[in-house]
């Protein structure tokens, strides 16, 4: 058995769909298929699940939020004609949308929770509905009712382990299990989201739930490649990548599947097959837990912006034990996660992501850092990359650091931070924003050639 899921430019219109339907026929061992709410039709479309957080915005601030709403409808209107579906189909979906815009807001985040789960919720129900009218045997299956049950942390859930012994029970189901991505419920019956982009999370849960043979991501490229294609022209495609190094690839910005989708997949050991819905011939990229490192030691390299680092200097650090537990525990204690902690003797540095890290957080932090850890010298810099050089072969191969560093002076990128040992897999560098793309190709041209 197979669960495969379809991101949101598989579902964008009627054509996409009818191309899910047919990968969903052409595989009988494909029986648990998710799906993500509509995603854009072009380029400059905006995405249902962001129509709906329009809507909600606007209803919170006061406003009827219908022309937002509208909007929403719209989309569906467009997809339930275009398959010809029965006028039903659509009036139910137009009263779940109703109903959702006109509950009660006193709860803010638990009203924009339920508005957000309708893209993904109606588009599971489409899906079943048409599969059912083209003559193949389809559900529509609620997460509530499955047992896919998640952390209390609205827009930020995070599965809990009893849903997988809940979950397992879909494998029984007759016909194909149509499960909408994206969201489940709390122990207390509360519905939460996962992170955006989370529905890959939720197809990876049902793989590893049901012990599935294979999970299938299908998107909207061919594979997964070695660079962003956006900084490197062509980049060379990826057939085979450990889930360790996609893992490090999609912290560092390859968004082909989200970072969070593959623990659940790993820990159970299921492969993943990344698919394109625009062409299910192509033979994609499959995530394994070994792989033949053969002549090329590093698979891909990634870059995300978004960084800041504090630096922290007092002398005699080495010899202050405690000084890294109290250190951390003050961005504990203000809600600011770390992402990396590079140190020297009398140093240490912490990254944290700049969304985190505001200018009153800056405040608050560098004052408890100078009065309460009496530290010597404390600044930030802003505007921080992170780019990684990714493969299985990092730690046994002589010389990789060296042509890392080389690429980057030969692209005249001053390298702001270093961060290698603690992953057997990656090597970290920080560098300016401005310069990731130029970092990037030197680096590209060093590992893959031109
Ligand atoms: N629809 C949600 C989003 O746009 C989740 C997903 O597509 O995976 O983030």
Redesign the pocket.
Known sequence: MKVAKF??SSVADATQILKVVDIVKADPDRRIVVV??P?KRSSDDI?V?DLLIAAAEARLKGRPGTEEMAAVLARYEEIARDLGLAAEALTSIAADLDERLGAATADGARFTEAMKAA??ANCARLVAEYLGAAGTEAHFVEPGEAGLLLSEEPGNARVLEAAYGRLRALRQRPGITVFP??YGYSPSGRLVTFP?????ITGAVLAAATGAELYENFTDVDSVFAADPKLVSEPRPVAEITYREMRELSYAGFSVLHDEALEPVFRAGIPVAVKNTNNPAAPGTRIVPTRQVGAEPVVGIAATGGFCTVFISKYLMNREIGFGRRLLGLFEDEGIPFEHTPSGIDNLSVVVGEEYFDQAAEGRVLKRVRTELEADEVSVKRGLALVMVVGEGMHQTVGLAARATTAFARAGVNLEMINQGSSEVSMMFGVKEAEVAAAVQSLYTEFFGS
């Open positions: 991101g949101g993500s709410a995603g995405k699940t893209g993904e991505g994206f955006r982009g989370g529905s890959d």
